[in-house]
Structures are given as structure tokens and as C-alpha cells.
């Protein structure tokens, strides 16, 4: 009995054991390197809030830090405005039996590389690309618009991935969303508008919630999409990340702008927690 006793007990941790090693070797060990190189001059020496400073009193690395709040900001929420009604639409109007196939239809661009999906978008919206020749050709514009490198490419670009993500999250919702709650507040005498307002918004909040905070996490983080569509003219803080190990080769300084960075998504979590459903009550 003690042997069989001893088995159970440790059957969790052995199952549980390789997560754990996983996550000590690729996240705890390397934010623990990443911390302590952020407290380092550039030169070496002794421990220093220098890096820290930096970012608080450059008015250049504030800004990059406003724009990526401003763009995913942005991002999402057009995300959602595009998402819930295609995910309404996706689990309400279609047949049950066509909802696969268009779900599948639905997250075509997840198929492709994000890199490729990047560069087709920049040729879209190149002065040469489809926009400006049609605009032009049809006489709307005399001359090309400078659609790419602009803050609306980047935005363009990452709406076209996240609204998919977005989708995905919306549509589960209102698939587990039971007909009855509509049904009983018909019955109470609330139209259309008023239930769901009242009734079908308030129940897949949490839905749309994972979705944005996803959103979030993905795109303030992305350094790809806002370099091919965004070009330098406005630096988000990957991209300032980035031009610190490429350019400068200031691993102590780039260690702490990605701690900031990390601490924002922080904040955006402990402030989507009580929807996201992971908090213990």
C-alpha cells in the first residue's frame, strides 16, 4: 500500500516535471540573464539603474513606447469591430454544417509566412502597388499616396492577421452562448438591440477579452510588420530593441527596454484578468 501510495504521489510530478524544466531552461534562466545584464553599463563594470534612466529621460525612446501603445491600441480595436460581426455571422447565419468550412476558409492566412503576408501587403500598398494604380487609373488621386511606410501600412498589416485570431476567440464564445438567454429575455420583452446589449455582449465579454489580450501581447511585441510596412519613419520598441543589438551592440540596454516592455504587458494582463477566467477566485 505505502509503495502504490508513493507511485501516485509522485506520478504528478513526473508528468509535470519536463513543463517545468522546459520552462526553467528557456524563460526563468534567460529573464534572469536579461534582468541582471539590464542592471550593466555597456562597458561592464558594476550594477547600474543607468539603462533604466535612459529610457525615462530620452524623449526618443518614450515615443517609441507611445507609438506601440498607440498602434496596438489601434489594432485592436479595430480588431474586434471587424472580428465580432464576421464571428456573429460565422455562428448565427451559416448552416451548421457549412461553419467548418468556412472556419477553415476563415483562417487562410494563418497558412501563410508572416514575412510573406508582410511583403505582400507592402506591394499592395507601394506607389506602384494595386491601391495607387487603381486610384489613379480611375482618376481619384493625380498622383501616387504614400500608403506604405506610413503608420496605416503597419496597422493595415497586423489588422489582416489578428482579426482572424480575434474571430476564432469570438465565434467559441457565442457557440457555447445557450439560445435560451435570448429566448428568456424575448420573453421579458427586450428586442433585438436590448438583448443583446444587455444579454449576448455582456456573456461573450470574455471571448472578446482573450482575443484583445492576445492582440495585445502579439502585436506590441512584433518587430517584423512594423519594420516591412512601417519602415524607420516611426520606431515602435521592438524595433528600438532591435537597433540597439544590430547597431549598437548595447545588450545592457536593450535587456532593460524589453523588462519595460514586458512590464506593460504585465499591466495589460492584470488588467484583463477578471475576464480572461485564469485568476483563482
Wanted: aromatic share 12%; charged share 10%.
Amino acid at each position: 500500500m505505502s509503495v502504490s501510495g508513493g507511485n501516485s504521489r509522485a506520478l504528478p510530478w513526473a508528468l509535470v516535471t519536463p513543463a517545468l524544466a522546459w520552462t526553467l531552461l528557456f524563460f526563468v534562466l534567460p529573464f534572469v540573464a536579461m534582468g541582471l545584464s539590464s542592471l550593466t553599463a555597456h562597458e561592464g563594470g558594476a550594477f547600474t539603474l543607468a539603462n533604466y534612466s535612459q529610457f525615462f529621460t530620452d524623449p526618443s525612446y518614450r515615443r517609441a513606447m507611445v507609438n506601440s501603445l498607440e498602434v496596438t491600441a489601434i489594432v485592436t480595436v479595430i480588431s474586434i469591430l471587424l472580428a465580432y460581426p464576421f464571428a456573429w455571422i460565422l455562428a448565427e447565419m451559416v448552416p451548421e454544417r457549412w461553419q467548418r468550412l468556412a472556419l477553415m476558409l476563415a483562417v487562410l492566412p494563418f497558412w501563410t509566412s508572416y514575412v510573406v503576408r508582410s511583403y505582400s501587403w507592402l506591394l499592395v500598398l507601394a506607389q506602384n502597388g494595386v491601391i495607387n494604380r487603381a486610384l489613379t487609373g480611375i482618376g481619384l488621386t493625380a498622383e501616387p499616396l504614400q500608403l506604405a511606410n506610413t503608420r496605416f501600412a503597419t496597422v493595415t498589416g497586423f489588422v489582416h492577421f489578428f482579426v482572424m485570431l480575434l474571430t476564432l476567440t469570438i465565434f467559441a464564445n457565442l457557440k457555447q452562448l445557450s439560445p435560451s438567454y435570448r429566448k428568456a429575455a424575448a420573453d421579458l420583452g427586450a428586442g433585438p438591440v436590448r438583448t443583446f446589449l444587455h444579454v449576448v455582449l455582456p456573456l461573450t465579454l470574455p471571448g472578446i477579452m482573450v482575443g484583445a489580450f492576445l492582440t495585445f501581447v502579439l502585436c506590441i511585441g512584433d518587430y517584423i510588420t512594423p519594420q516591412i510596412l512601417g519602415g524607420n519613419n516611426e520606431l515602435v520598441m521592438p524595433q528600438l530593441v532591435m537597433m540597439q543589438i544590430g547597431r549598437r551592440g548595447d545588450f545592457p540596454l536593450a535587456s532593460a527596454l524589453s523588462i519595460i516592455l514586458m512590464a506593460v504587458v504585465t499591466v495589460a494582463y492584470l488588467a484583463c484578468a477578471r475576464w480572461l477566467k485564469i485568476e483563482r477566485a
